[in-house]
């Protein structure tokens, strides 16, 4: 069964530092998205991603995260500077035709110290 | 703006016994709804999903919903609770048009005991 994956499953960097997180959606899907997890609290979503171009962000989402789709396959969401508040679990999720059911990825740990 | 409330932080169930787990939503047009269950550092899985249609969903490892509207409810249900369905459940709720974000609730960890 097709799923989508993430890379790496954790990652620790120091504050001040720039990040990539990645991952694969399934391969016919056209929508994609980015939520993050602080621990104890809720899904929430960052950013879309349609068309190679971001269809909506949200607040968390400043000038300080990028997303790219670099090739066919990859889709990464990019912190460029970390913060202490930036440590989460980030979630990849992406949709087919349609777009009314999101497939997550296991989710990448992301602690900055 | 959109949002959902859940009800209960933690539910405490016995093995075999009614699991239900509440949410209600708000959003100014009808909604799709979702249930996800997370078990311990996974990712999300899609439980089931209310679109259009009938208001009764089921989804899988028994579990099921309905759609009340009148109380823009959307309450998770499953007859006889096993040990396996230990886990974080989230619901979230989306528009319906186009490709639209998920709303999350704030879960609930649903504890079962022997």
């Known amino acids: 069964e097709p799923e989508v994956t993430q890379t790496p499953s954790h990652q620790v960097t120091q504050m001040g530092q720039e990040v990539i997180l990645r991952c694969v959606p399934i391969?016919?899907?056209?929508?994609f998205y980015w939520y993050r997890q602080i621990l104890g609290q809720k899904v929430e979503f960052l950013v879309s991603f349609y068309n190679n171009e971001i269809s909506e962000k949200s607040e968390i989402f400043d000038d300080q995260f990028s997303v790219e789709r670099p090739d066919g396959s990859n889709f990464t969401l990019k912190i460029r500077s970390t913060k202490l508040e930036d440590s989460a679990m980030y979630f990849c999720a992406s949709a087919g035709q349609g777009a009314n059911e999101q497939y997550f990825g296991p989710g990448t740990r992301l602690t900055v110290t | 703006a959109q949002s959902v409330t859940q009800l209960g932080s933690h539910v405490s169930v016995s093995e075999g016994a009614l699991v239900l787990l509440r949410c209600n939503y708000s959003?100014?047009?009808?909604?799709?709804l979702f249930w996800y269950v997370q078990y311990p550092n996974q990712g999300l899985q899609l439980l089931l999903k209310?679109?259009?249609?009938?208001?009764l969903v089921k989804g899988i490892n028994g579990f099921e919903a309905e759609f009340k509207k009148s109380e823009t409810s959307f309450h998770l249900t499953k007859p006889s609770a096993h040990m396996s369905d230990a886990a974080e459940y989230f619901c979230a709720v989306s528009l319906t048009r186009g490709f639209q974000k998920l709303v999350f609730g704030t879960g609930t960890r649903l504890l079962v005991s022997p």
């Open positions: 391969s016919n899907h056209l929508y």
């Open positions: 209310y679109t259009t249609g009938a208001t």
């Open positions: 959003s100014s047009v009808p909604p799709y």
